[in-house]
């Protein structure tokens, strides 16, 4: 994940499967994607316990694929030793990249750990491994849910690339200039990496509806109306989708971003239509 290799091109986003039939998928998609040649793959992070294990399981096999794996680290609910063995441990096995997140508080978790904020989280691994890793965080173009603004949400996302951050991984959206506003923030507050747009294929439409409403991301109204005329049309819903996904990757490029992160929910087919159609 080396910042230094222009263009950035297309990356893909896993979460750790809790299933035998669900790990066994994961390598499917896994090879799928890797065909089309992207630039790393990342893996989501789960907190303490048995999630935790799981995300170990499947960065070791999504990197087994000879793509750059990069593991997401989260600094809630973890102390300073516990990101310290974990950083060792994706040193030795060979991984040089990293997607830095605050993380969100697991339920039933009763300390927040010894760091609150993601930008000491990178201060953090500097501090522990040098130029080692290649570093991601994550920004908001329509502002972080927590954020009482948008512009204080730029002066915090600027504080985490100022920390020593490498480029940074958008939640997804679904307007252009929502994107192309917040880089013009950023860049007029200094920060001069890469800002890649997140995005999220629309496959089912109650499911995104969901997580749209818990991290922020705005769906267009009329995105929302014609989703809903579809009802449990999975193929309209998915033909619709695809078309309103690929515009939007092809406006977010053509305009000068430089590449597109796939969430991919574990699925290649709908990542695919996409990524297929684009003029990279």
């Not at 999504?62 to 063995?85: D, F, N």
Request: charge should be negative.
């Amino acid at each position: 994940m080396s910042s230094q290799q222009p263009p950035l091109g297309i990356s893909f986003e896993f979460f750790p499967p809790g299933t035998e039939v669900g790990r066994e998928k994961l390598l499917q998609v896994r090879d799928a994607l890797a065909s089309r040649q992207p630039r790393f793959f990342s893996v989501t992070y789960g907190a303490g316990g048995s999630t935790q294990a799981r995300t170990r399981q499947a960065v070791r096999a999504v990197g087994e694929s000879g793509i750059t794996t990069a593991p997401h680290l989260s600094c809630i609910g973890s102390e300073k030793a516990q990101l310290r063995e974990l950083l060792a441990e994706y040193r030795e096995e060979g991984h040089d990249s990293l997607v830095a997140l605050r993380g969100d508080m697991p339920s039933g978790m009763a300390s927040i750990g010894e760091l609150r904020y993601a930008n000491e989280l990178v201060e953090f691994i500097r501090e522990e491994t040098g130029d080692h890793f290649d570093i991601a965080v994550a920004a908001y173009p329509e502002s972080h849910p927590q954020a009482p603004n948008l512009d204080r949400d730029v002066e915090n996302f600027v504080r985490k690339m100022h920390a020593g951050a490498d480029m940074a991984i958008t939640q997804y959206f679904f307007t252009a200039e929502a994107y192309f506003h917040f880089v013009d923030k950023a860049r007029a507050l200094g920060v001069e990496k890469p800002i890649i747009p997140g995005i999220m294929p629309i496959v089912n439409y109650t499911k995104l509806a969901r997580f749209s409403d818990a991290c922020g991301a705005e769906i267009p109204r009329w995105i929302r109306k014609q989703l809903e005329s579809y009802g449990d049309d999975a193929d309209a819903i998915a033909e619709f989708g695809t078309e309103v996904v690929t515009r939007l990757c092809q406006e977010l490029l053509d305009g000068g971003a430089p590449g597109l992160h796939f969430y991919t929910l574990n699925q290649s087919v709908p990542v695919l239509k996409i990524v297929d159609q684009l003029r990279v």
